[in-house]
């Protein structure tokens, strides 16, 4: 029997996972046979012709078949980029998207000409936000807030393997009910919360709706309970002068939450759109 060939496996594979519905099957099978290969894109492309053992064909066949299942590309190869960082993933927090690098750099041009800025992030997940920061940052200190211990982990090997435990103190938190205690406030609290009505969840995509936390995405009502929490505990955490940004959904949510923190008293709002354009963060200020 003839040996595989890398372009064999991948014609053949990116049939299969489109057969599955899944979107993207020839990029997603490019990632994993490189993954298996230990090869960039670019060396894959390099190897077409490159045999495929039998211990390979074995290995990739079993990620293959669950991205085939639906699962994220993120999870099965347990690791995505973030502001050109490797962070690692799992089902126990969100996937980091391309929008929340956006707040990132936005936070960042908040904090630069702060001398030792202080910096809360609310509901880390993976801890991809702090550690965005804490890399560009030399000065910067984050308290990174989850309610999940799970995800609290996984934030915890990122946060390890960055090197950046000494910039970042992890805590398990629930912020809707309850407040750290601060030694000092802080200027600038960052969040990406639970923001999606539970009643869209049938219109969502299998990858997102059956292997991504239900906590990371949905609150407990119509997508704007942290948004109203946080117009509520904002002036007991940020310094006077300090500054939040938050992410937030989309169109359908800009006017209300724009009305939440305008009616709290927090000023200089503004709404920043996403590489779509598409509204996707708020940001403001307090002034006591």
Request: charged share 25%; net charge negative; aromatic share 8%.
């Amino acid at each position: 029997m003839a040996l595989w060939r890398v372009i064999d496996i991948i014609q053949e594979s990116e049939k299969w996972l489109a057969e599955r519905g899944v979107p993207d099957s020839r990029l997603d099978t490019e990632y994993l046979l490189a993954e298996v290969l230990r090869l960039d894109r670019v060396g894959l492309y390099l190897a077409f012709d490159r045999p495929i053992t039998e211990s390979e064909l074995v290995d990739f066949r079993a990620l293959l078949k669950r991205r085939g299942k639906r699962e994220p590309l993120q999870h099965v190869l347990g690791y995505t980029e973030f502001m050109g960082h490797r962070i690692l993933t799992s089902s126990a927090a969100l996937i980091p998207r391309p929008e929340t690098e956006i707040l990132v750099e936005q936070a960042l041009v908040m904090l630069k000409n702060i001398a030792e800025p202080r910096v809360i992030d609310i509901g880390t997940g993976t801890g991809c936000i702090a550690i965005g920061i804490a890399l560009e940052n030399p000065k910067v200190k984050i308290l990174a807030l989850e309610i999940s211990g799970h995800a609290l982990e996984l934030a915890r090997e990122n946060v390890a393997a960055h090197d950046l435990s000494e910039k970042i103190v992890l805590s398990q938190f629930d912020i809707l009910k309850t407040l750290p205690r601060l030694q000092e406030r802080v200027d600038l609290v960052v969040s990406n919360p639970p923001y999606i009505n539970f009643s869209e969840l049938s219109g969502m995509q299998k990858e997102v709706a059956e292997f991504e936390p239900h906590q990371a995405l949905f609150d407990s009502d119509d997508g704007l309970v942290f948004y109203r929490r946080y117009a509520e505990i904002l002036p007991r955490l940020l310094n006077p002068g300090g500054r939040f940004l938050f992410e937030f959904g989309g169109e359908h949510q800009a006017k209300a939450i724009l009305n939440i923190f305008m009616t709290a008293g927090l000023t200089e709002l503004e709404i920043t759109n996403d590489y779509a354009g598409h509204p996707r963060l708020i940001r403001g200020r307090y002034t006591s």
